[in-house]
């Protein structure tokens, strides 16, 4: 792509991105996710939120949370779907408790969770569920790394 005339923008970066990810090329997209800011574009919510997924899928929790609150510091919100993405992951690898102080950090900050959220919720057991509920009706719950 640098070869030829036509200059690939951030939207095309963060495509190229999500299609490393889905590939389980991780690394190749980290690599190119760095050189961004090398090329002069800032990553959006939507470059940040593809990489988090990508990270989340091979099951380097710790990893997308670092990335999910240095993107905050980098300046870029985390929207509704960014909460979702890293919920999902932290619910598919079983890390309940942590996902519970992301969806109650989230409803806080006026987000609601998706259908598909929701639906990995339904298939907590109730006694998990019932916790979250409370804990969603307090105060602001925010995970530091």
Same mark, same amino acid.
């Given at each position: 792509?640098?070869?030829?005339?036509?200059?690939?923008?951030?939207?095309?970066?963060?495509?190229?991105?999500?299609?490393?990810? @889905?590939?389980?090329?991780?690394?190749?997209?980290?690599?190119?996710?760095?050189?961004?800011?090398?090329?002069?574009?800032?990553?959006?919510?939507?470059?940040?939120?593809?990489?988090?997924?990508?990270?989340? @899928?091979?099951?380097?929790?710790?990893?997308?949370? @670092?990335?999910?609150?240095? &993107?905050?510091?980098?300046?870029?919100?985390?929207?509704?779907?960014?909460?979702?993405?890293?919920?999902?992951?932290?619910?598919?690898?079983?890390?309940?408790?942590?996902?519970?102080?992301?969806?109650?950090? &989230?409803?806080?900050?006026?987000?609601?969770?998706?259908?598909?959220?929701?639906?990995?919720?339904?298939?907590?057991?109730?006694? &998990?569920?019932?916790?979250?509920?409370?804990?969603?009706?307090?105060?602001?719950?925010?995970?530091?790394?």
């Amino acid at each position: 792509m640098q070869k030829s005339a036509v200059k690939p923008n951030l939207v095309v970066y963060t495509i190229l991105i999500d299609g490393m990810c @889905k590939c389980g090329k991780l690394k190749d997209a980290k690599v190119l996710f760095s050189r961004l800011t090398v090329e002069g574009f800032q990553p959006d919510v939507h470059t940040y939120t593809v990489l988090i997924g990508g990270i989340c @899928k091979e099951g380097y929790l710790i990893e997308a949370l @670092k990335l999910f609150r240095k &993107m905050e510091e980098d300046g870029c919100t985390p929207n509704a779907c960014s909460y979702n993405v890293i919920i999902q992951g932290f619910l598919q690898h079983k890390d309940t408790s942590t996902a519970m102080q992301l969806i109650c950090e &989230m409803v806080n900050r006026g987000f609601s969770t998706d259908a598909a959220t929701r639906t990995m919720l339904l298939d907590l057991p109730p006694m &998990m569920v019932v916790p979250l509920l409370k804990i969603c009706q307090g105060s602001v719950t925010t995970i530091k790394m």
